[in-house]
Every structure is written in C-alpha cells, then in structure tokens.
C-alpha cells in the first residue's frame, strides 16, 4: 500500500450512515477498507495518516464551473483545490473556447472575458474539443492539471461557428452542421451539451433547434445542461420547456444553477420542485445543480436585450455608442424587462460590479450601479452604459436578487447536485467561487441542519458522479479512484466572505487525487494529478 488512513470516519457518498474504518490507497485506487468491526489484520503503509477527528469522503465533483482558462493559467488552483473539488465540469452556460475556427474564438474570447480573462496569456493551441481536452492532459510541462476536469460542447459556441450571429432560425442545412459538431465533439470526450439560452447568439436557437441537438446528445448517452430562457418572469415556464424538449429527445436533463430569483419567485420553489417531480414520476431523467448563496454573478453586458447583441461585441458597443440606440435599450431593461435580466424591469441598486478588465476602472467596484451613479449625480443608466464602453463589455457583477427560503428548499430535493459557477475573474468575485463545498458542509449541515452529513456529501458526490456515467469516482469504494477528502466535520467551513472573497476555506487537511496529495495538511502541494475525464462510451 502507498498510504493507510487510520481509524478515519468515512462518509462514503451512498448517503448511508458512517462508519470508522482504515482505508488503503496504492497505485491510484482505494485498495482496502478495514471497518473496525473487521477481524484480520490493518493494512499496512509506506505512510500511515492519523484520521481521528477526521471524516473521509469521496472528492466533490463541481457540477457547474468556469475555470475553462483558469485550468491552464494557474497550475496551484487552489480556489477549487483547497475546498476538496476534485472534479469541475466546464464549458458551461453554452460559451466556451472549443470547437471554434479562428474568427469564433476571437468573438467568443472578447464576449467572456468577464468570466474567464481576455486569455491574452493562453496559447490557443486547439480548435476542436479533443484538442482542448489533449491541452488539458498535458497541463502545466506535460504534468497535467490542478483538478480533474470534464467538458460540456458549448451550443452557443457550436451556433456562433455555424451561422454567426444572426437572430433568426437555422436552415436545415444549419442545423446538419451543428449536430455534426455535436457529435464530433461528443466523440472526442465531451460528456454533454451546455447552453445559456440568456445569453447571445445561443438563446436565438429555438426549441425545434434545440431538441435535434439534444437527440445527438442522446444517442451518445449524455446530458444537457441548460441555462434556461428565464430565472426570473417567466422560470417556471421556462424549467417546464426545458424538461420538454429533453422529453422529446429522449435525453437527460441536468438544469444548470436551479434558482427562483427577483421578487415575482419568492417563495415558490415548491412550485417548481413539484413540476419536477411529476416529471421524474413519469420517467424523465432529471438532475440539478445549485451553490449555497443568494446572489447571482454574471456579466453586465448579459444584461441587455437579446437584440442589442445581434452581431457580437463590435455591434453591441456600436448601439451603445448611438444615442437612439442606447435609449432603446434603457427603456427595454427599466421599463419593459429585457430578456438577458429575465423579464424583470432591472433594479441598479441590486447590481453590484465585482470585477472590471480595466485597472482604470476599479472604482466601480464593490459599489452598486445606483451607488455609482448617487456618487456622479447621473442616472444609473448613464452610469452602467459608460462602464459597458469603457471596459468593452469586461465588467463582471454581483445581482442580489435570490432568497433564502428557495435555496434551501432545492438544495434538500432527491437530485439535486453541488455547483459553485464560480467566475475567478474580477476584483471581488462571488465567494462562491473559494466557498461553494466547505459553506455546505459548514453552514448548511452543522449550523442548520436542512441536511445531514452522509446526504449532503451523497448531494456532493455520487450523484455528480451518476450523472457523468463515471464508474469509478464519486464513492468510497474499493476499487474506486482514490480521488478523496479528509475535513473537520466540526470546523470545516467557507473562509471567502462577499467583503474578503478570495480567502481559503478551514477545516479540509488533506485532498487527494489519484491518491496523490493535492491538499497536504492544509497546504497546496505541486502535485498535478488532474486530467480530463472524457464520456464513458455508450
């Protein structure tokens, strides 16, 4: 054996209750679990690791992640490392970096620099998601990555590639296109189709569009993940699109960070888990994903009407610049309810910037658009259209318009999942981003109780890893990869606050991946055992 872990809680992921036991790793895997109620001898080490105090539990898998470039930016990685995230699904919310051809990336580049950086400092040395997940094996000098890392084919980049950005539906010849690339990038590893149907050009494809994607994904045995057409006016009936057209396709359905926000949906979660469990009841297969938080992190550019970015980043700024324009677009996102702020008339005093790309405009951040605008004596829309200008639709925001009684209640549902959709970018990122797992374990479960421990660890884990159609992950199992975490059941919890983001979370000594130490008595070590976790072929 390579390391024994004595006398250790192990909370397996099944959602079953603990037990203590030694467990053995060698060659990458969990060897041996010897319950102390097992006769025979305790498996023996080059190292032995003291567990009491400690729970062990398989690594947690972040359902809805955005370290697409941060992945092969920072070989530490500590914000998702050191909260035992073991594994991250990426190309999420239907915008991502593959597949593209040269003039795509460009575009989709400048339109997610709020989430991921410019990537000025990458070496864009891939086109298709094979290549990208190749550049994800090798990492870092050929040693790999941080964390594990799983990709979803981004619709709104596979869109973009296809027929630009028009607003309009594709031809049937278009539509042959986008599943050929689809399907391409199925074969070549990805684990299913993203979309964020709020954001442009993807969320100009239509429901017919949808569903022929979504067949494709099907016949390769993965997943959609939408970031639906409405969180706030419209949620309900956008969910219940969503669980149709997936119905329709015969494919499973993960629903991407599944919130009721603005004050139209307080309280009515119930309201949208009883959609979903007639839907389950009647055969569909379903998952979600949320982060333990009320605010919403996003762009400031995804704001806008879907019409005012007909065209791409160029000719968003070109509306913005034009006077007429511009007020056409005030008028729509106070008055009318743009559909990128999902229907709501926007509330400014509930946009706080959290990041801009230039350093010229850090004032603006940790303020609200309303603060902002108080401090200039001008209209918040004169305020935020300025800020769209200048940083070239970079500025990421905070949106506070989540309630408490809704997250609660989707996190306690049967086939519910953990996602941070931690943005990294910005000056004061969501704390989602370093505090997703640990404010679980340490808010939710010791501090509230809405789950207990062997549940919301099961939430964390296996389920993810049933979703994936991994066979060896997301349990304490022998046989099992030894991707895993050691934490303080007593004092584990999120370090990152809205006021201090970017501090680490306490109580997680020990992660492991491939049983080699990524987290070692609470520091990061310059081990990377990461690589891409391709699709497990049907």
């Known amino acids: 054996m390579d390391t024994v872990v004595r006398d250790v809680r192990v909370i397996d992921g099944t959602g079953t209750p603990s037990y203590r036991a030694d467990v053995a790793l060698a060659d990458g895997r969990i060897a041996e679990i010897r319950r102390e109620t097992d006769s025979g001898p305790r498996p023996g080490a080059a190292r032995v690791l003291d567990g009491a105090g400690l729970a062990l539990s398989p690594g947690f898998i972040d359902m809805h992640a955005h370290s697409d470039l941060a992945l092969l930016r920072d070989p530490a990685h500590e914000a998702k490392a050191a909260q035992g995230v073991t594994l991250e699904v990426i190309g999420q919310d239907g915008l991502s970096y593959a597949p593209v051809d040269d003039r795509t990336l460009a575009e989709v580049r400048a339109q997610i620099t709020g989430w991921n950086g410019d990537g000025s400092d990458i070496d864009f040395s891939w086109r298709t998601v094979g290549e990208y997940l190749d550049r994800l094996d090798h990492g870092f000098d050929g040693q790999g990555i941080a964390v594990n890392a799983a990709y979803l084919i981004p619709q709104g ?3 973009m590639l296809a027929l630009g950005w028009d607003d309009r539906a594709a031809t049937p010849g278009e539509t042959a296109r986008m599943q050929q690339l689809v399907a391409e990038g199925l074969e070549q590893g990805a684990v299913g189709l993203s979309s964020g149907l709020t954001y442009t050009p993807g969320m100009y494809a239509d429901d017919a569009e949808l569903t022929e994607l979504c067949r494709v ?13 409405s969180y706030g006016a419209g949620a309900l009936g956008a969910y219940e699109e969503m669980v ?11 629903l991407a960070h599944a919130t009721m926000n603005f004050g139209v949906n307080k309280g009515r979660a119930p309201e949208l888990l009883a959609l979903l469990d007639r839907a389950l009841e009647s055969g569909a297969d379903i998952t979600l994903d949320t982060y333990p938080y009320t605010p919403g992190c996003t762009t400031l550019v995804a704001m806008l009407p879907s019409w005012a970015s007909e065209g791409g980043p160029d000719a968003i700024l070109d509306r913005l610049r034009d006077d007429a324009a511009a007020e056409r677009v005030r008028h729509v996102m106070e008055v009318e309810g743009a559909d990128g702020c999902h229907g709501v008339p926007i509330e400014w005093d509930t946009i706080e910037i959290s990041g801009v790309s230039h350093p010229a405009l850090a004032g603006y951040v940790g303020r609200t658009v ?10 918040p829309w ?14 990421t925001i905070l949106q506070h318009v989540g309630h408490e009684e809704n997250v609660r209640a989707i996190m306690r549902h049967r086939v519910h999942t953990g996602g941070s959709d931690g943005i990294l970018q910005g000056h004061k ?3 989602r981003a370093y505090g997703t797992f640990p404010k679980y374990l340490g808010t939710y479960v010791r501090e509230l109780g809405v789950l207990s421990l062997e549940e919301c660890v099961a939430h964390l884990t296996s389920r993810a890893a049933a979703r994936l159609r991994l066979p060896d992950r997301g349990l304490v199992r022998e046989g099992y990869r030894a991707d895993l975490v050691l934490f303080d059941p007593e004092t584990v919890g999120a370090g990152s606050t809205f006021e201090t983001p970017r501090v680490l979370p306490v109580g997680i000594p020990h992660v492991l991946i491939d049983g080699r130490f990524v987290i070692e008595d609470g520091r990061r070590t310059d081990v ?5 976790v391709r699709r497990t072929r049907s």
């Open 528 to 532: 990377l055992a990461g690589r891409s």
């Open 217 to 229: 994904v099907a016949r390769y045995g993965g997943y959609y993940c939408p970031h639906h057409r």
């Open 429 to 431: 990122p969501h704390p």
């Open 157 to 159: 980049t596979v869109r």
């Open 382 to 395: 004169t305020t935020a259209r300025r800020l769209l200008v200048e940083d070239r639709l970079g500025s």
């Open 370 to 379: 309303a603060e902002s605008a108080r401090e200039r004596g001008e209209e």
């Open 244 to 254: 149709g057209l997936t119905r329709q396709a015969g494919c499973a359905l993960h």
